[in-house]
């Protein structure tokens, strides 16, 4: 109850202290101003973040009685970034993302998962930057695959449905997403941006989602990633990476284990000439997709191999009236297919269209048609947000 209020403390002071300076961008609370002598004056805090109430409608009885139908909350989150000054042109780094499922922190039935968590430590890291020897970081962040490939097409609402973060057993533990216990280094050279990191141990993750999956842990033994980012012009970015996790599949229902190699190898364009906004990416999954059997074993547990693709073409028009800040269209798809370990293939193509308003406020529709083995409905979504 004590933590409960806390969070609520927080969310409700941080979007006042927000609404009341009515901006779109993070929120500097102390600037850094080094002066001899100071010590606070070397310190840069920033906040900011993002509330997102959602609707999802999916045809047929697919998500009959679901939660989504009647409004939940798609991703609120808060953040929280301080850059202290060192010396010469070293900074000592950290941040904190918090995410915040509003209707279960109020208890607002029919409006989450049963079970839910109210809150989220969706990244929290510290490390050191500096211009001339690159970015050390370690703690729970972006995995190197979704920096150079996820992220050039997470950038509508019904997506992610055919790249390797968000589709493996956990993004937290496998290193696909937001990894945690992570060492991560990154270093700008010309027009490159080289990424290199290691990941650690990690604690077993019980998978709870599913009758099928009761009794299962996943148990990190350890990994590492590469990856590169190409600014070929200001417009247009190639990027390309992989990432290695070993693990052991545990069943203690039948007192049995499998250890895996775990291989995500990807890549994707994003290009942005003028108003229009093209980005296409891929890859290829090896013992990471969990397989679609009905009954699974640790030997059986992950496909063998599996690949997705993802694309999207959209176009901004400025509006600048009414309220209304720009209006952007848009075309986007995906097709994620196992090649063996289970017979499953997911077709989705779809039209979309976002509203940014002013003072932070957006609107996104879509419409999404689905062609799947499992027959899903098509998506009918709308979400609002606020960013600041």
Not at 32 to 43: I, M
Request: glycine share 12%.
């Amino acid at each position: 109850m004590k933590l409960k209020k806390n969070v609520l403390a927080v969310a409700i002071g941080t979007a006042v202290a927000v609404t009341s300076l009515a901006s779109q961008a993070e929120i500097t609370l102390i600037k850094q101003d080094p002066q001899a002598g100071d010590p606070l004056s070397r310190l840069n805090f920033t906040v900011g973040g993002s509330i997102r109430p959602q609707f999802n409608n999916m045809t047929g009885d697919g998500d009959k009685g679901s939660y989504k139908r009647n409004g939940f909350d798609g991703g609120t989150r808060f953040r929280f970034a301080a850059d202290y000054y060192l010396f010469d042109d070293i900074s000592w780094i950290s941040y904190y993302e918090l995410g915040v499922n509003i209707p279960a922190l109020f208890s607002w039935d029919n409006h989450y998962q049963k079970g839910a968590n109210h809150t989220d430590r969706r990244m929290l890291y510290t490390g050191l930057k500096s211009d001339t020897w690159g970015t050390l970081t370690f703690g729970k962040q972006n995995s190197i695959y979704y920096d150079v490939v996820g992220v050039k097409t997470d950038i509508w609402d019904y997506d992610m449905l055919a790249q390797a973060p968000g589709n493996g057993i956990n993004g937290d533990y496998d290193g696909s997403y937001r990894s945690r216990n992570m060492l991560k280094y990154k270093k700008a050279i010309g027009d490159v941006d080289l990424y290199v990191s290691y990941l650690f141990n990690d604690s077993d993750y019980n998978v709870r989602s599913g009758k099928d999956y009761n009794g299962f842990s996943y148990d990190r033994k350890g990994g590492g990633s590469i990856g590169a980012d190409y600014h070929i012009t200001h417009d247009l970015t190639w990027g390309t990476a992989w990432n290695y996790t070993r693990a052991k599949i545990k069943n203690s229902g039948l007192d049995e284990s499998n250890t895996v190699n775990q291989n995500i190898i990807g890549t994707a364009l994003s290009w942005k000439p003028d108003q229009w906004t093209f980005t296409a990416g891929g890859g290829w999954y090896q013992n990471y997709l969990v397989t679609k059997n009905s009954h699974k074993t640790a030997d059986n547990y992950f496909a063998g191999d599996a690949w997705g693709i993802e694309y999207l073409a959209g176009y901004t028009i400025p509006v600048g009236q009414y309220a209304v800040k720009s209006i952007m269209p848009y075309f986007m798809g995906d097709r994620l297919e196992y090649i063996n370990g289970s017979n499953y293939k997911r077709i989705d193509n779809g039209l979309g269209i976002t509203l940014q308003l002013d003072y932070g406020f957006r609107v996104d529709y879509e419409h999404v048609f689905t062609s799947s083995t499992d027959n899903l409905g098509d998506m009918n979504l709308v979400r609002l947000r606020y960013d600041f």
